[in-house]
């Protein structure tokens, strides 16, 4: 990608120099825009959520796979915008725009989406929801029954592990985790005399579910309330002595990406856990608040974040719609889901016992996810199993906590086999996963490969040497 630097606000609507491309034609650029391409992705997934032919509880997890992807947005391209916006040489993206120009439409077309977003939540999914006895409860909404039993609950399971942490001149304001749950309370003194009100926070372990099902029973409706909701109904119990005057969960993004030069590093490993454990004080680039907020505290909020208010986000909750995944699995209703797809099993390794017999048959294409990826796996194991297998090469972008295919390069290291494994420690937000397995292969006698300088390797390739 050609990189410009600003001359003059707009792009010039012609090319100065022979030989290089205009990047405008009758005025309008010839080139999309990388972040805008990226929310039209966002889009169509909330299209996906307003469809009414997917199925209902489908719809909810599009709902939240949305509030993911917007998730990683802000936490990496629009904090990369933002630093460029702040830097003296910034540059004009590839379409001709300013760093605060793409800022710009950026917040114009998210507060759209979440506002679309929101609104098919509140609007479409939580009637349908509640049609077919699924029911989401507010702390407004709940009986007397339902309210006995947040008590208890909220006595045994969340207040032992809270922690309000008063705002004044004595206490400073606490350092916010990436992306936590938190709440804002106000508090008013019961004493007259006293005019000292206080500003808490109270940060939510990441411990406690954010989704809880009220008295979970045989017949009628599953009920489900979102922690915040029992967070405020239960407020006044975290400040004895004072009234609460206002609570309203909120949440901050920030930046969360890796900046290493790799030529200037001689550890890349070192350096990126280095640079993991920067990530949870990284500048905030988004603030997410439950609207209603009092004007001053949310000024004050927005201060002590350094964050420009006219970037925060006020929501009509609950906040971060992504844990409504969780959802998708605590209803056990099939005809409210996709039926499950099962991937078609290869004829030809099906036919024989080992991989290596029909592979010497014949070339063999399988084509995922359409067909299923077991095979692909057995392929390893086998050949770390093979007396006459030699050696195994193999690429790791992203694996799981349980991983077959690493778990069977160490088996095949631990037999004597020469094992190689290129581990690609920039896979973004796997990095500190990556990091655990190439210790693990390394001390297991595998000889571990960090990727190549400048590039990022997302190759999925294995290589076994068999001795035929």
């Given at each position: ?9 707009r792009p010039p609507a012609a090319s100065a120099s022979p030989g290089v491309p205009s990047r405008t034609v009758g005025g309008r650029s010839i080139y999309g825009n990388r972040e805008q391409s990226f929310l039209a992705f966002g889009r169509r997934v909330l299209e996906q959520a307003r469809n ?128 936590t749950l938190n709440l804002l309370v106000a508090l008013d003194p019961l004493e007259p005399a006293s005019t000292d009100k206080l500003m808490v926070i109270v940060p939510v372990p990441r411990s406690l579910p954010r989704i809880i099902e009220i008295a979970p029973q045989e017949d009628g409706p599953q009920r489900f309330i979102f922690l915040g909701e029992i967070m405020k109904l239960c407020a006044g119990r975290l400040a004895p002595g004072y009234t609460v005057h206002g609570v309203q969960a909120f949440r901050v993004t920030r930046n969360s990406d890796l ?210």
């Amino acid at each position: 990608m050609n990189r410009y630097k600003r001359k003059s606000p707009r792009p010039p609507a012609a090319s100065a120099s022979p030989g290089v491309p205009s990047r405008t034609v009758g005025g309008r650029s010839i080139y999309g825009n990388r972040e805008q391409s990226f929310l039209a992705f966002g889009r169509r997934v909330l299209e996906q959520a307003r469809n009414p032919a997917n199925p209902l509880l489908e719809r909810v997890k599009f709902l939240a796979i949305l509030s993911g992807i917007l998730d990683e947005f802000f936490e990496i391209r629009v904090a990369g915008i933002m630093q460029q916006a702040d830097s003296e040489a910034a540059v004009l993206s590839i379409d001709g725009l300013t760093p605060r120009e793409q800022l710009r439409r950026i917040y114009r077309e998210v507060n759209a989406m979440v506002a679309a977003q929101y609104a098919c939540w509140h609007g479409e999914l939580l009637p349908q929801l509640a049609k077919e006895g699924v029911v989401f409860r507010t702390a407004a909404g709940l009986n007397e029954a339902e309210h006995a039993w947040l008590e208890v609950y909220f006595e045994s399971q969340v207040l032992p592990v809270l922690t309000p942490l008063a705002v004044d001149q004595a206490h400073p304001f606490p350092q916010i985790a990436n992306k936590t749950l938190n709440l804002l309370v106000a508090l008013d003194p019961l004493e007259p005399a006293s005019t000292d009100k206080l500003m808490v926070i109270v940060p939510v372990p990441r411990s406690l579910p954010r989704i809880i099902e009220i008295a979970p029973q045989e017949d009628g409706p599953q009920r489900f309330i979102f922690l915040g909701e029992i967070m405020k109904l239960c407020a006044g119990r975290l400040a004895p002595g004072y009234t609460v005057h206002g609570v309203q969960a909120f949440r901050v993004t920030r930046n969360s990406d890796l900046y290493i030069d790799e030529e200037e590093v001689e550890n890349l490993l070192k350096k990126i856990e280095e640079e993991l454990r920067n990530l949870r004080r990284g500048a905030a680039v988004r603030l997410e608040i439950e609207a209603g907020v009092e004007a001053g505290l949310f000024a004050a909020l927005c201060g002590h974040l350094a964050i420009d208010p006219a970037l925060a986000f006020q929501l009509q909750g609950p906040l971060n719609l992504s844990r409504l995944m969780s959802v998708y699995e605590l209803v056990d209703r099939a005809d409210l889901k996709f039926a499950p797809f099962v991937p078609a099993e290869c004829a030809a390794l099906r036919a024989v016992p080992k991989a290596f017999d029909a592979i010497r048959e014949r070339d063999i294409l399988l084509h995922h996810p359409y067909d299923s990826f077991t095979p692909v796996v057995e392929f390893i194991s086998q050949a770390a199993r093979d007396p006459d297998v030699l050696a195994l090469k193999q690429t790791l972008y992203r694996t799981s906590g349980d991983s077959p295919v690493v778990s069977a390069l160490i088996e095949a290291s631990m037999a004597g086999k020469q094992v190689t494994a290129l581990v690609e420690l920039m896979a973004r937000f796997d990095e500190a996963n990556n990091i655990k397995w190439a210790r693990d292969l390394e001390e297991a006698g595998v000889h571990v490969v960090y990727g190549l300088v400048g590039q990022k390797t997302h190759c999925k390739a294995c290589l076994v040497v068999r001795r035929e």
